[in-house]
C-alpha cells in the first residue's frame, strides 16, 4: 500500500523567513506523481506542484522550489520569503494508478504553516 | 465558472437520514473524484469515475455510501441513513482524460450529522 508521511505537523514563522515541507512516501509503483497542495483557511485545497517519477529536476517556480529524491523517496517543498497568505495547510500527495486510466491521490497528513508578521 | 462546483456548502442532518451531494467538474474533464477529509482520518479516497465506465468504489466506507454521474459530467453522492461519523467535509475533484493528470478539487461540502 501507499503511503505519504509529513512529519511536520505545524511549522511557525515569521514573515519573509524561508519555510521547508518534508514529504516521505513509499510506493512500489515504478511510474508516479508527486503532487502539494494548499489548503488555505477557506477549505479548498489549491494545486500547487507535481512531479513524475521520472524527472528528478529540481525546479523553482516563483517563491516555490522543490527537491525531489527518488534515492530517500522524499519530496520536500520550499516556500522562500515567506508571506503572511501563505498560512495554509499544505498536503503532499501521490498518485496511485487505478486497473482503468486514473490514478487516486494518497494524502500525507499535512503540515500547517503559520507566517507571523 | 471555470473551477469545480458543489453544492450545498454545508449540510446539517439528524441522525438516520440520507443526504445528497452534488459535483460539477471542469467543463471537459472525464475524470471525477470523491474524497472525504475528517479530523480523524485525513483525506481519504472514495469513488472515482473516468467518463461513462463503471465507477471504482473501492473506496467506499459502507453499503451506505453511493454515487452516480450523469452523462458523464455531474455527480452525486448519497449517504443513507447517516451515521455522525460521516460528519466530514466532501470534496470532488476532476481531471483530464488521462489518469496521471492533476486533480483539481471544489470548495467541498461540509456535511455535519447530529
Known amino acids: 500500500a501507499q503511503k505519504v508521511t509529513q512529519a511536520q505537523t505545524e511549522i511557525s514563522v515569521v514573515e519573509k523567513e524561508d519555510v521547508t515541507l518534508d514529504c516521505v512516501y513509499e510506493?512500489?509503483?515504478?511510474?508516479?506523481?508527486l503532487f502539494w497542495y494548499k489548503q488555505p483557511p477557506s477549505g479548498e485545497l489549491v494545486f500547487l506542484i507535481r512531479?513524475?517519477?521520472?524527472?528528478?529536476q529540481n525546479e523553482i517556480s516563483g517563491r516555490y522550489s522543490w527537491n525531489f529524491q527518488k534515492s530517500t523517496s522524499s519530496f520536500n517543498f520550499t516556500i522562500t520569503a515567506s508571506q503572511v497568505v501563505d498560512s495554509a495547510v499544505y498536503f503532499c500527495?501521490?498518485?496511485?494508478?487505478?486497473?482503468?486510466?486514473?490514478?487516486?491521490?494518497?494524502f500525507g497528513g499535512g503540515t500547517r504553516v503559520l507566517v507571523k508578521p | 465558472g471555470a473551477g469545480v462546483s458543489q453544492s450545498p456548502s454545508n449540510k446539517v442532518t439528524e441522525k438516520g437520514k440520507d443526504v445528497e451531494l452534488r459535483c460539477d467538474p471542469i467543463?471537459?474533464?472525464?475524470?471525477l473524484y470523491w474524497y472525504r477529509q475528517s479530523l480523524g482520518q485525513g483525506l481519504e479516497f472514495l469513488i472515482y469515475?473516468?467518463?461513462?465506465?463503471?465507477?471504482?468504489k473501492s473506496g467506499l466506507p459502507s453499503d451506505r455510501f453511493s454515487a452516480e454521474r450523469t452523462g458523464g459530467s455531474v455527480s452525486t453522492l448519497t449517504i443513507q441513513r447517516t451515521q455522525q461519523e460521516d460528519s466530514a467535509v466532501y470534496l470532488c475533484?476532476?481531471?483530464?482524460?488521462?489518469?496521471?493528470?492533476?486533480?483539481?478539487f471544489g470548495p467541498g461540502t461540509r456535511l455535519l450529522v447530529l
Open positions: 475533484a476532476s481531471g483530464g482524460r488521462e489518469g496521471y493528470e492533476t486533480q483539481y
Open positions: 510506493t512500489r509503483d515504478t511510474t508516479y506523481y
Open positions: 512531479r513524475n517519477s521520472f524527472d528528478e
Open positions: 500527495a501521490l498518485s496511485e494508478k487505478f486497473e482503468a486510466a486514473g490514478y487516486k491521490l494518497t
Open positions: 467543463s471537459g474533464h472525464t475524470a
Open positions: 469515475f473516468q467518463g461513462n465506465s463503471a465507477p471504482d
